[in-house]
């Protein structure tokens, strides 16, 4: 097994959005903000490369948006996710599986592309199938007020369209062990219904791509959650039952939003699970 950071670009959101009721005095200090309350934000997707699967988790913004809706979030940098896969060696065409730990834009938006005379849409991985659970497809096509600017139905509905939609088979209690795609899974209802966080064995280490379970380092503390969370107390106890599973076990966190930090790894402390080191994609992957 091989595997791949991809970095579909970088963006900003609002600090106080993302730390929720936690004051900027406290969340500044490990993410800080320019003087539009900004702070820095990536969409760092993972590729695995298992014998002959290639499976790419999560795919960013996308492109296809207007520039009115990409003003919103400040795009930074110049990666895109085609230019990262081909960096690697890799062509979307080369996708057999698209996992999308949730449907919200910023992690499946560069599933689905326009289409030649941008008529319509069409996704981006040809000859990929795209992984979701049913009880998240129905969350976001049948999305609640609160969610509905996040789910946007051209990121969605294509992928049932083409027929390369797959589901996930939902688990009896937390973790789907050895999924259909060969890692396990932990579900979390707290962000939104049913999002997937895959934890993948390689090389003798456990690799967790943590997805909006753990946005950032910045927010190790368990009181530290997102605004846009739909249930955020649920949250509270989902984010200390993982971290405690990844301190005891030292798992390795992958996190896809921090600009800024690749990989940790956590710690007990007397006031919780901390940040215990501080790694690149480079010290675990080669």
Known sequence: MNLYPISAGNFKLDGG?????????????????????????????????????LVLI????????????FGYYHPWGNDTLNNSLKQHG?????????FMTHLHFDHCGGS?????????????????YFWSNKKHWQWATQPNRREKASFLKEN????????????????????????????DIFFANGHTEKQMIPMINYKGKTICFM?????????????????????????????????????NNNYYLFLEHDAHNEIITVKHTEKGVRLANVLSTKDIFN
């Not at 890799?90 to 698209?98: A, G, K, L, N, S």
Request: glycine residues 6%; charged residues 25%.
């Open 112 to 128: 689905i592309t326009w289409n030649n005379d941008k008529t319509g849409y069409e996704t981006a991985f040809k000859n990929a």
């Open 90 to 98: 890799f062509h979307p065409d080369d996708i057999t599986d698209v």
């Open 58 to 69: 999560d795919t960013g913004m996308g492109d296809k948006q207007s520039s009115k809706f």
């Open 211 to 247: 997805a909006d379970l753990l946005p950032t380092a910045g927010h190790l503390p368990i009181p530290y959650v997102m605004g846009f969370d739909t249930r955020p107390l649920l949250t509270l106890d989902e984010k200390e039952k993982f971290l405690n599973i990844a301190a």
């Open 17 to 53: 959005a993302m730390f929720g009721v936690v004051p900027k005095s406290l969340w500044q200090r490990s993410n800080p903000a320019n003087a539009n309350n900004m702070i820095d934000i990536a969409a760092r997707c993972l590729l695995i490369e298992d014998g002959n699967r």
């Open 156 to 183: 969605i509905l294509p992928m049932e369209e083409s027929g390369q939609l797959k589901f996930i088979a939902l688990p009896e209690e937390d973790i789907v062990k050895n999924s259909e795609l060969g890692f």
